[in-house]
């Protein structure tokens, strides 16, 4: 059995049905307050300044420790001579060439087909 309630309430008439308080007004100011407040600080905010006082506070924090001491053992490692493998040639292909390849791959088929359509020898009886 199942039983399915639809209440079909406007968010302001349920505060209203709960008791709850409404704070709409309250609401409307602190988002006035921190528009005044934000659009102050911006006038007066000066990025090379922010960035100077909390460099510090960042090469101090861990995750910075941590990523500077990565990056230190990652170039030391690149310091090390890595010999690097050879580069294979490459040359293009002249229809010529493509022609030969072509027949010495159709002479290793036939060889394989005469391989498998050899008649077993008669000493195996």
């Known amino acids: 059995m ?18 709850l308080p409404d704070v709409a007004g309250l609401q409307e100011d602190l988002i006035s307050f921190l528009r005044d407040k934000l ?26 420790q941590l990523l500077v001491s990565a990056k230190a053992r ?5 310091a090390a001579p890595v010999e ?5 040639r490459t040359r293009k292909r002249s229809a010529k060439t493509a022609d030969t390849t072509e027949a010495k791959t159709a002479r290793r088929r036939k060889a394989a087909k ?3 359509a050899k008649p077993a020898s008669s000493s195996e009886t």
């Open 114 to 116: 005469r391989k498998v």
């Open 84 to 88: 690097k493998p050879a580069a294979k």
């Open 2 to 19: 199942q039983i399915r309630i639809e209440i079909d309430v406007k968010p302001e008439e349920l505060r209203r049905f709960l008791g």
């Open 39 to 64: 659009g102050a600080a911006a006038e007066t905010f000066d990025p090379s300044s922010f960035v100077k006082d909390n460099l510090q506070t960042l090469r101090q924090s861990a995750p910075w």
């Open 74 to 78: 990652s170039s030391a490692s690149a």
